[in-house]
Protein backbone atom coordinates (compact mmCIF):
# COMPACT_ATOMS: atom_id res chain seq x y z
CA UNK A 1 0.00 0.00 0.00
CA UNK A 2 1.61 3.26 -1.02
CA UNK A 3 1.82 5.84 1.64
CA UNK A 4 2.77 9.84 1.38
CA UNK A 5 4.28 12.36 3.99
CA UNK A 6 4.86 15.76 2.79
CA UNK A 7 6.84 18.29 3.93
CA UNK A 8 8.23 21.77 3.61
CA UNK A 9 5.76 24.14 4.48
CA UNK A 10 6.64 27.07 6.36
CA UNK A 11 5.62 30.60 7.46
CA UNK A 12 6.57 32.69 4.54
CA UNK A 13 6.84 36.28 3.31
CA UNK A 14 5.36 37.01 -0.08
CA UNK A 15 7.47 37.14 -2.67
CA UNK A 16 9.33 34.36 -0.81
CA UNK A 17 10.24 30.40 -1.76
CA UNK A 18 9.29 26.94 -0.70
CA UNK A 19 10.19 23.59 -1.46
CA UNK A 20 7.38 21.09 -0.68
CA UNK A 21 8.61 17.42 -0.73
CA UNK A 22 6.08 14.36 -1.12
CA UNK A 23 7.71 11.07 0.52
CA UNK A 24 6.69 7.67 -0.99
CA UNK A 25 6.85 4.56 1.56
CA UNK A 26 4.99 0.93 1.32
CA UNK A 27 5.52 0.84 -2.61
CA UNK A 28 8.27 3.46 -4.77
CA UNK A 29 6.54 6.09 -7.04
CA UNK A 30 7.52 4.60 -9.87
CA UNK A 31 4.38 4.16 -12.59
CA UNK A 32 2.45 6.39 -10.35
CA UNK A 33 1.34 10.38 -11.26
CA UNK A 34 1.87 13.01 -8.72
CA UNK A 35 -0.65 15.80 -7.98
CA UNK A 36 -0.23 18.67 -5.42
CA UNK A 37 -3.39 20.06 -4.27
CA UNK A 38 -4.34 23.09 -1.73
CA UNK A 39 -7.08 23.66 0.56
CA UNK A 40 -7.55 26.97 2.13
CA UNK A 41 -9.92 27.89 4.72
CA UNK A 42 -13.17 28.08 3.03
CA UNK A 43 -12.67 26.59 -0.44
CA UNK A 44 -12.59 23.68 -1.79
CA UNK A 45 -9.47 22.00 -2.27
CA UNK A 46 -7.73 22.34 -6.00
CA UNK A 47 -5.09 20.86 -7.89
CA UNK A 48 -2.27 23.37 -8.67
CA UNK A 49 -0.42 20.72 -10.46
CA UNK A 50 0.89 17.46 -11.51
CA UNK A 51 2.77 15.48 -13.02
CA UNK A 52 2.45 11.83 -15.35
CA UNK A 53 3.65 8.56 -14.06
CA UNK A 54 7.10 8.71 -16.59
CA UNK A 55 7.37 12.33 -15.81
CA UNK A 56 6.74 13.68 -19.10
CA UNK A 57 3.86 15.66 -19.04
CA UNK A 58 3.13 18.32 -16.38
CA UNK A 59 -0.08 20.42 -15.72
CA UNK A 60 -0.60 23.66 -13.53
CA UNK A 61 -3.39 25.51 -12.46
CA UNK A 62 -3.34 29.01 -13.92
CA UNK A 63 -3.11 30.98 -11.18
CA UNK A 64 0.38 29.08 -10.36
CA UNK A 65 1.78 29.17 -13.91
CA UNK A 66 5.32 30.51 -13.75
CA UNK A 67 5.75 30.30 -10.32
CA UNK A 68 5.47 27.15 -9.26
CA UNK A 69 6.98 23.64 -10.71
CA UNK A 70 6.39 20.12 -10.13
CA UNK A 71 9.23 17.46 -10.11
CA UNK A 72 10.45 13.72 -9.00
CA UNK A 73 12.91 11.60 -7.82
CA UNK A 74 11.76 8.23 -8.61
CA UNK A 75 15.19 7.20 -7.23
CA UNK A 76 14.44 8.91 -3.87
CA UNK A 77 10.17 8.04 -4.14
CA UNK A 78 9.76 11.77 -3.99
CA UNK A 79 7.99 14.18 -5.33
CA UNK A 80 8.93 18.08 -5.12
CA UNK A 81 6.63 21.24 -5.63
CA UNK A 82 9.04 23.84 -6.05
CA UNK A 83 7.33 27.45 -4.89
CA UNK A 84 8.41 30.64 -6.28
CA UNK A 85 6.80 34.67 -5.74
CA UNK A 86 4.37 33.47 -3.21
CA UNK A 87 1.36 34.85 -2.69
CA UNK A 88 -0.85 35.80 0.38
CA UNK A 89 -3.50 33.53 -1.63
CA UNK A 90 -1.44 30.83 -2.08
CA UNK A 91 -2.03 29.85 1.66
CA UNK A 92 -3.68 26.59 2.22
CA UNK A 93 -3.13 22.93 3.33
CA UNK A 94 -0.58 21.44 0.81
CA UNK A 95 -1.76 17.92 0.08
CA UNK A 96 0.06 15.33 -2.46
CA UNK A 97 -1.33 12.53 -3.85
CA UNK A 98 -1.13 9.69 -6.25
CA UNK A 99 -2.42 7.84 -9.42
CA UNK A 100 -1.25 4.89 -10.37
CA UNK A 101 -0.48 5.07 -14.49
CA UNK A 102 -1.60 8.29 -15.22
CA UNK A 103 -1.51 11.66 -17.08
CA UNK A 104 -2.99 13.44 -14.19
CA UNK A 105 -4.06 12.57 -10.88
CA UNK A 106 -7.98 12.68 -11.57
CA UNK A 107 -9.02 9.93 -8.97
CA UNK A 108 -6.22 9.89 -6.20
CA UNK A 109 -5.43 6.25 -4.68
CA UNK A 110 -3.60 7.55 -1.85
CA UNK A 111 -3.25 10.82 -0.05
CA UNK A 112 -0.76 12.91 2.41
CA UNK A 113 -1.94 14.29 5.91
CA UNK A 114 -0.88 17.66 4.45
CA UNK A 115 1.77 20.30 5.44
CA UNK A 116 0.91 24.01 5.84
CA UNK A 117 1.85 26.72 3.76
CA UNK A 118 1.34 30.47 4.95
CA UNK A 119 2.44 33.35 3.10
CA UNK A 120 2.06 36.42 5.45
CA UNK A 121 4.03 39.59 6.19
Known amino acids: QLQLVESGGDLVQPGGSLRLSCKAS????????IGWFRQAPGKEREEVACISSFGDNTEYVDSVKGRFTISRDDAKSTAYLQMNSLKSEDTAIYYC??????????????WGQGTPVTVSS
Open 26 to 33: GLTLDYYA
Open 97 to 110: AAEYKAMCVRTPEA
